[in-house]
Each structure stands twice: as C-alpha cells, then as structure tokens.
C-alpha cells in the first residue's frame, strides 16, 4: 500500500522573510539568514549549487514582497489528487511495489522547478515550489519520476549519467503529455516563452551534441545541460533531448512500460543503440 506523506516548509521561509525584511538588512546579511532560517532551493549540492542559490535569492527577493500575502495564506493541500495520479502512473509503468512518498511543499526562486530527492530510508521527497501558480502538468511529470525510481532502480542523485538524466526527463515529460493529453508540446516541457520552438530550431545539434556525453556522470557536465548553456547555447539541452528521444522510442511503438523498465545501469548503452533512428 501506498503511502504519502505531506509536510510544508512555508513556515519557515516566513521565519526568514520576517527577519530579512528589516530595515537596515543588506543582501549579505540576508543570505546569512537564509542559510540560518530557511536553506531550501532548488540547486544542485555543493559549491556551485550554493552559488545558484544566492543568485535566485537576490533574484527574487523583490518579487517575494509582491507575492508576500499569498504565500503567508497559502494552505497545504489534500493528497487526494496526488494518490490518484499515482495509481494511474504506477499501471502505466508497471510499478507493483509500494511507493512510501513525502511531498515538500516550499517557496521557491519564481523559476518553476519543482525536484524529487532521497529523504529518508526507504522515501523519496517530491519537493514541490509554491510561490507560483502550479501547472496541472506538475505533479504527473514529477511523479513519473518517483514511479521510475523503482522500475528502473534508481539512485534519486544528482550525479548519474547523462543518459540517465535524459531518459528520466524524457518519459516524465511524456508520461504528463499521456495524463493530460489535448496541450501544445510546448506546455509539457517549456520553462520560459520561446524555449521550445529555439530548441526545435536546432534539433539535431542538440542531440548530436550530448551523445559523447551518455555515459558521463561528472557534476560539471550535468550541469552544464541543466543549469548551463549546453553544447549549442541552450539552457535544460537534456530536457528537450528526453523529450525527442522518448516521443521516438514511442512513436517506434517502445511502450512506456519497456522504456521505463531499461535499469539505470543499462540506459547509456540502451540510448547508444537507439540513437541512430532519433537523427534525421
């Protein structure tokens, strides 16, 4: 039996916006308080992961006031909706194991980046921002993730092979287009306007791009095709070459219940056997 557990940690960000807000506090002093009272982002570990989130700090810290009084009136929802979608996600992928799931409620950066992490033996944490409103494609894309940790065993870290970040991607992004079906393809992957039609633009750079990289698992290339610019000047490359190579496993008639059996130890050579048919 599934078990799904809710937590918020909006209390605490109010704890550090209180403080932070007063008069006199410069933007070192208010990262300081941040480490103290809040330190929850949505960046990698270690040293550039902190960087990052000094940046979406001073980034945001303006926008917080904007968005103050809804965030301080904000409510946790009910887990309803998240154990039906995932019962349904679980059959498409073939998932008979219990899912033991903490869903992290916090206030992000304004950049929509929701994020499963490890949180304690045997559960995963679905960490989900609240600042913004939540798009109805959210909770299926990450989800799948959490399903596709246990058909595919895998390690819920960030440094994995770069196949492993692309097939992850691909069939969340995938998986959410087969839930909530009728969209543009746009909306089931875009971060900002303009993304997808530029990442479109230059398909096949992209892909050929990131193929020496399958079997690479270094925090340095990882973040160069998440947070980085990638090999064509593009932000997220792994994100849209899950996304193509995922819709071309399907469109191949692979079913979301193969793709998402390949073992994470398998997908660099599985991905190096596919890619020829993905390149036109």
Known sequence: MDNIELKSLVPEFLE???KAEREGIDSEQRWKLWKEYYNFAAVPPGKEGEKLARV????????????????????LPHYQEVDQYLTKIKTLLGCEQPINLVLIY???AFDNNPFVAPY???RLALCLPIETEVSDITLPHELTHIVHSRTASLKVEWE???ASLILQEGLATQVSKYIIPGKEDKYYIEHKDGWFESCNSKRNDI?????????????????????????????REAYFAGWEIVNGLLEEGVTFREIASVQEDEMPDYL????????N
């Open 272 to 279: 190096l056997e596919k890619y020829p048919m993905l390149l």
């Open 16 to 18: 550090f916006y209180k």
């Open 120 to 122: 304690d033996e045997g």
């Open 160 to 162: 994995r092979t770069i």
């Open 207 to 235: 892909l050929k791009g990131i193929l020496p990289y399958l079997e690479d698992s270094t925090s340095e290339s990882l973040f160069k095709f998440t947070f980085g610019m990638g090999t064509t000047d593009t932000e």
């Open 56 to 75: 979406l700090l001073d980034e945001s810290w303006d926008k917080y006031s904007q968005k103050i009084n809804y965030i301080s009136n904000w409510t």
């Open 106 to 108: 916090f206030v992000g």
